[in-house]
């Protein structure tokens, strides 16, 4: 079983059908004892016992929904059967590469706190750039990352995901109908909103521009006339720019390449968060 269906097991043991899903109350009604605790060492800590567990959160943590995800992030470790050591000290951070248990216990956090199920049918009221992600992050509680990770990958629109340091791509995530790749490692384009964000490395609020898809994509469909859409926002505590791409009309037939039932996983080969068609 994916960390999802523990995740999905648990939403639907206590009943919870809507947003915000709060992981405070769910520790509450689980009876599991949560404390914050002024350290710097670790954000969140879990004490897994049957009979006693426990969960310790850093209050160095001033980000709310970074602070759910936290705590969900080690409900993980304590639902997840395969978890098994006694003790789990983490700092779950989305951009620096971990294995494959942290992982896991991402992916339940993130199937907790934005179940698909309750999402998806909400998507179609918020749009791809960060503004409006911002929106629904603060609608579900949730960290912007998380948030934007889950818009990607279940929304309708043709959109993709990036996120880049030293104006070099870290991870790649795009929604079903998107037909382009953007390859990890490889540098971004100067004139791109993304590299002009990367200089700067304060956090400023979203903005969005539309471009030549060259800058970004090549291949079937675009040539010098072809246009998407950019949206940026730093994450200046990871040293990340995170950027959404759009193509509101799309330059091609995108059910060519679209397909519902394409299954996404995780990789697990390489230090990125990006999800692929397991065929490739
Ligand atoms: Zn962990």
């Known amino acids: 079983m994916g960390p999802e269906y523990y995740a999905i097991n648990l939403l639907e043991d206590l009943k919870i059908r809507s947003f915000p899903i709060n992981p405070f109350e769910i520790t509450k009604t689980l009876g599991i004892p949560v404390v914050e605790s002024n350290t710097k060492n670790y954000e969140g800590f879990l004490l897994k016992d049957t009979q006693n567990a426990r969960i310790i959160i850093s209050n160095q943590i001033t ?29 779950p951070n989305p951009f620096s590469s971990k294995g494959i248990i942290e992982r896991e216990a991402d992916i339940f956090a993130s199937e907790l ?3 698909e199920i ?20 603060e609608d579900c509680d949730t960290s912007l990352t998380a948030t934007a990770i889950k818009f990607t990958k279940h929304s309708d629109d043709c959109c993709a995901l990036i996120a880049t340091s030293n104006n070099t791509i870290d991870w790649f995530g795009k929604s079903s109908s998107f037909p382009y790749w953007i390859d990890h490692g490889a540098q971004i384009s100067a ?18 521009q539309e471009i030549h898809a060259s800058y970004w994509v090549n291949g079937k469909g675009i040539d010098n006339s072809s246009t998407l859409f950019e949206s940026c926002v730093p994450m200046p505590d990871y040293g990340v720019v995170l950027t959404m791409l759009w193509f509101p009309d799309p330059p091609f037939d ?8 394409e ?18």
């Not at 004139?191 to 969005?208: D, H, I, R, W």
């Not at 995780?266 to 490739?280: F, G, H, I, S």
């Open 63 to 91: 980000n709310k929904g970074r602070k759910n995800f936290t705590l969900a992030h080690e409900l993980g470790h304590h639902y997840i059967p395969t978890h098994d050591k006694k003790t789990y000290q983490c700092s």
């Open 113 to 115: 706190l934005l179940p």
């Open 118 to 137: 309750l999402l998806k049918p909400m998507l179609h009221m918020y749009k791809a750039d960060f503004e409006s992600i911002i929106e629904l992050s």
């Open 191 to 208: 004139g791109t909103l993304t590299a002009s964000y990367s200089l700067k490395g304060v956090f400023q609020e979203p903005e969005s």
């Open 254 to 261: 995108s059910s060519v390449y679209g397909d519902e039932d």
């Open 263 to 280: 299954e996404y996983r995780y990789e697990t080969d390489k230090n990125t968060w990006r999800w692929r068609n397991p065929e490739e």
